[in-house]
C-alpha cells in the first residue's frame, strides 16, 4: 500500500488527482459545527496532500497533526505549506498497524476524508477502529467522509467499501453519537462526479477501551 500511494504522489500534480480540493468546504462546515478552542488537537488521517491542512492552519487551529503512509504526499504538503509546516506534526505511518500514531492522546477532532473505504478486510477496520477509540478524547469529534453506497466500487484503482450513514454508525458503535450527516456529490478535477457520505460523531462514553 505504501508503494501504491508514493507512486499515485509522485506520479501526479496534486491538483490532478482524483480527490483534489481546492477548497475542502465540506469537511470545514463539519469541523466548525465542533465549536473547538484551536488550542485542541485536530488529527486528519490520510491526509494526502490535502489543502485541509492549509485552511486549518488559516482558521487557527495550532495542534494539527498530518499523517499519512506516504511519505511523498507529506512531503509535498510541507512543500506547498513551506514556513507554516512548522505549525503542523507530520507522522508517516500505517492507520492499520500504527508505529507513530499510536502514542498520540487527547485528540479532539479525527478527520478522514476517503480513507476508511479503502480499508476492505475486517482486520483492517479493527485495527483503525482500535487506534481511533485510543486517542480520540471522551468529548471529542469524529468526521468520516467516506464513498457512498452509490459511489464507484475502486478509487485509484483499489477495490473500496462503499458506506451510508447507518453503516458508520455500526462500524463506530453506541460510544459514538451522530451529531450530523449529508450526501455530497463531489466533483473530480477531471469533471467525473463521486458521490460521499460525510458523518460527524461526538464520542461519550469509554466502557469499551481502556
Ligand atoms: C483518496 S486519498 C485522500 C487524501 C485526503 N484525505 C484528501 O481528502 O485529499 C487517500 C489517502 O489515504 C492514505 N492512506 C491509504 N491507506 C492508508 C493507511 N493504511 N494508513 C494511512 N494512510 C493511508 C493515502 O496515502 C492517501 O493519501
Same mark, same amino acid.
Given at each position: 500500500m505504501k508503494n501504491h500511494w508514493n507512486k499515485v504522489y509522485s506520479s501526479k500534480e496534486t491538483t490532478q488527482?482524483?480527490?483534489?480540493?481546492?477548497?475542502?468546504e465540506k469537511s470545514l462546515e463539519l469541523i466548525d459545527k465542533?465549536?473547538?478552542?484551536?488550542d485542541n488537537k485536530v488529527l486528519d488521517v490520510g491526509?494526502?496532500?490535502?489543502t485541509l491542512i492549509d485552511n486549518l492552519i488559516k482558521r487557527g487551529y495550532n495542534k494539527i497533526i498530518a499523517a499519512d503512509i506516504s511519505e511523498e504526499a507529506l512531503n509535498k504538503l510541507k512543500a506547498r505549506l513551506? !514556513?507554516? &509546516?512548522?505549525?503542523v506534526t507530520f507522522i508517516v505511518d500505517?492507520?492499520?498497524?500504527?508505529e507513530h500514531l499510536?502514542?498520540?492522546?487527547?485528540?479532539?477532532i479525527w478527520h478522514d476524508r476517503a480513507?476508511?473505504?479503502?480499508?476492505?478486510g475486517k482486520s483492517e477496520r479493527d485495527a483503525y477502529l482500535s487506534l481511533l477509540s485510543q486517542v480520540v478524547r471522551i468529548g471529542g469529534y469524529v468526521i468520516i467522509a467516506a464513498f457512498s453506497l !452509490?459511489? &464507484?466500487?475502486?478509487c485509484s484503482g483499489l477495490d473500496v467499501k462503499r458506506y451510508d450513514v447507518n453503516m458508520i454508525q455500526d462500524f463506530l458503535g453506541s460510544n459514538f453519537i451522530l451529531k450530523e450527516h449529508f450526501n455530497y456529490l463531489y466533483n473530480m478535477p477531471s469533471g467525473d462526479k463521486r458521490p460521499y457520505v460525510y458523518t460527524l460523531f461526538q464520542r461519550i462514553q469509554n466502557d469499551k477501551w481502556k
Open positions: 488527482l482524483g480527490w483534489y480540493e481546492e477548497s475542502p465542533c465549536h473547538v478552542n484551536k491526509t494526502g496532500a490535502s513551506g !514556513e507554516k &509546516a512548522s505549525s500505517n492507520l492499520t498497524a500504527p499510536n502514542d498520540l492522546k487527547d485528540i479532539m480513507v476508511l473505504h479503502f480499508l476492505t !452509490e459511489g &464507484a466500487p475502486k
